[in-house]
């Protein structure tokens, strides 16, 4: 068996509200005043208030840090200045998310960890992230590594996986999960369609999760099951590429509708695995990967939104950070667990490219 059992997070310190970032984009991506308004109708219909970035420019109107002070932003910064930045940063906001999780256990020995999994599709170098974290931490040095690395917004199920079959090949594994990314450095200027919508949504934020295969902490959360399915329809739907001003990203109007079609089929594999129903199911942790998919997965369930009230604080408060997102809202349930949710169980989604949709249930442990 493996159990999650301290959940942490962490975002930079600079937090903007979604005015304060579409005043900077309208300017930066030099809209007319026909998409200025068409860029202010989707932000406002994101569902998200605030976002933090590791970039302080986003509230800024001149004097940019990253940005280039000219009218036309040009020069626009490069693939390399962007991942320059993200290697600047990643570590310490990872190494804060760790720190928010650590919190939860007093006393647990950084140095029992006996696996690393370090999740991103925002930036990369080598050594990476991970060698960086077991130095920062001061982790045994024949802890052992993975990546999982450029899947996007679903990957932290990915990671779980990973660490579930750590724990169930040798119960005394403790594996540290950390999913780090920093969406807002590949913020693209050229007005495309793809280009607003992801404007409109992503962040950057960082979440730890520790999984155990033998632990007394409480409340804990068994990982109970794991099902996907790939929408193959959905392909070209949501894509993540590397280009030579930054990541990428394709980001279609019908990823809500292609997400609908398929949780329902998703939905019923899983539950039947565990032999139970969606009447069952008390608590949700969905990836907000925006209002609609959110609205789009209720219809399909049958479920109401005070259900699905984890991820829209999430999504307001944080909006969309790609693989630690799902985790904010895992936590957002954790920190609410009392003795009485014994037993229940929590049904978590999490989409994207492929198009891809993973799940997972995970009962509650309080005793």
């Not at 329809?233 to 990541?247: K, R, S």
């Not at 009230?309 to 809202?329: D, E, H, I, Q």
């Amino acid at each position: 068996m493996s159990h999650i059992s301290a959940i942490g997070t962490a975002n930079p310190p600079h937090r903007f509200s979604q005015s304060q970032i579409a005043d900077f984009m309208t300017r930066a991506m030099q809209l007319s005043y026909e998409d200025g308004r068409r860029l202010r109708a989707i932000f406002n219909a994101s569902g998200i208030s605030y976002r933090h970035s590791v970039l302080e420019d986003y509230g800024r109107s001149g004097e940019f840090t990253f940005y280039s002070n000219t009218d036309d932003f040009e020069p626009f910064p490069s693939t390399s200045k962007r991942l320059h930045f993200f290697k600047q940063n990643a570590l310490n906001l990872s190494y804060s998310a760790v720190q928010n999780m650590l919190a939860q256990r007093p006393g647990f020995d950084v140095k029992s960890i006996t696996h690393l999994i370090v999740v991103c599709c925002t930036g990369m170098y080598a050594p990476g992230l991970d060698v960086d974290l077991v130095k920062k931490l001061s982790l045994s040095t024949n802890v052992q590594r993975t990546g999982v690395n450029f899947m996007g917004c679903y990957a932290a199920f990915n990671a779980l996986k990973v660490a579930d079959a750590f724990c169930k090949a040798d119960a005394k594994a403790k594996v540290l999960v950390v999913c780090t990314e920093l969406c807002s450095l590949h913020f693209q200027k050229v007005a495309t369609e793809d280009n607003l919508l992801a404007n409109a949504l992503f962040a950057d934020g960082s979440a730890a999760v520790l999984v155990e295969g033998e632990t007394t902490a409480s409340p804990r959360l068994l990982l109970e099951n794991f099902c996907n399915e790939l929408a193959i329809e959905g392909e070209g739907d949501m894509a993540w590429a590397i280009g030579d001003l930054g990541f990428e990203m394709k980001l279609s109007t019908y990823v809500p509708d292609i997400i609908k079609s398929g949780i329902a089929r998703l939905t019923a594999a899983l539950l039947k695995n565990i032999s139970s129903d969606i009447s069952a199911i008390r608590f949700f942790a969905i990836h907000p990967g925006g209002r609609k998919i959110l609205e789009s997965i209720e219809d399909a369930l049958g479920i109401d939104k005070e259900k699905n009230a984890p991820a829209y604080r999430v999504l307001k408060n944080y909006g969309n950070m790609s693989s630690p997102t799902v985790l904010f809202v895992l936590k957002d349930i954790f920190d609410g667990l009392t003795p009485e949710h014994n037993g229940q169980p929590i049904l978590s989604f999490a989409f994207g490219p492929g198009l891809t949709l993973e799940s997972m249930v995970l009962r509650i442990e309080t005793e």
